[in-house]
């Protein structure tokens, strides 16, 4: 069973700092992993999908490594704002193709 | 390009009462997902869909949840009766097919007294 442990939990930053948030996977065997994104009562918004054979992939200030044999990933977040205050989950999908998610990170970016 | 659309966004019921969400994917996603989300926790996947088949059920509690996907569109899942730790919110997702990026709906809260 694919276990997906994300963390800290929590994380407070100050506006400008980066962001580094973890992943780790238990099974390296994987497919893709995907980065979400989770505000307050809403849905997840997938913010970046990294597929197996790939080392990283960046969209905007966002920039996620995948390390599959070590089963690890990071979502690093360029000079943080109070708007990427939000709870970060990362999914991953083995060769069943089932999506396995950790318990996120909550961040709390400080103007 | 509409997203997954779920309804309703909230729902308070009293316990062995039944209960029923909907969700309508995007277009043309073959692969429906129904994931149940307790506070503080991550998703948990309910039952995958592949078209109007299910490819994965096996962590949805099959005494009290039903769900289906009619003509490989929309989808509906069931609680019959439900429990107190029913309580949760229910997300709905869709993807072009089963290994690519996944999109999810607003969710529904439900609170079961």
């Known amino acids: 069973k694919q276990e997906v442990t994300q963390i800290p939990a929590a994380l407070s930053v100050p506006e400008g700092e980066n962001l580094v948030l973890n992943c780790s996977f238990t099974d390296s065997a994987i497919y893709n992993l995907q980065w979400f994104r989770q505000d307050p009562g809403k849905g997840l918004t997938s913010l970046l999908l990294i597929q197996s054979s790939q080392r990283e992939q960046t969209s905007g200030r966002l920039n996620a490594s995948l390390d599959k044999s070590s089963g690890r990933s990071t979502l690093y977040i360029a000079a943080s704002q109070p708007g990427d205050s939000a709870t970060y989950l990362c999914a991953v999908r083995k060769g069943d193709y089932k999506l396995s998610f950790g318990a996120g990170t909550t961040v709390t970016v400080r103007a | 390009e509409a997203g997954v659309a779920q309804s309703p966004r909230y729902k308070i019921i009293e316990k062995r009462q039944s209960v029923a969400f909907w969700c309508n994917p995007i277009?043309?996603?073959?692969?429906l997902y129904w994931y149940q989300q307790i506070l503080g926790q991550g998703p948990k996947l309910l039952i995958q869909f592949q078209n109007n088949g299910v490819v994965d059920d096996s962590q949805l509690p099959k005494d009290r949840f039903s769900a289906e996907r009619l003509k490989g569109v929309d989808s509906t899942l069931k609680i019959q009766p439900a429990k107190l730790e029913d309580s949760a919110v229910y997300l709905c997702?869709?993807?072009?097919?089963?290994?690519?990026?996944?999109?999810f709906g607003q969710g529904t809260r439900l609170t079961v007294v």
């Open positions: 997702a869709s993807s072009w097919t089963e290994n690519t990026e996944a999109f």
């Open positions: 277009s043309g996603h073959a692969t």
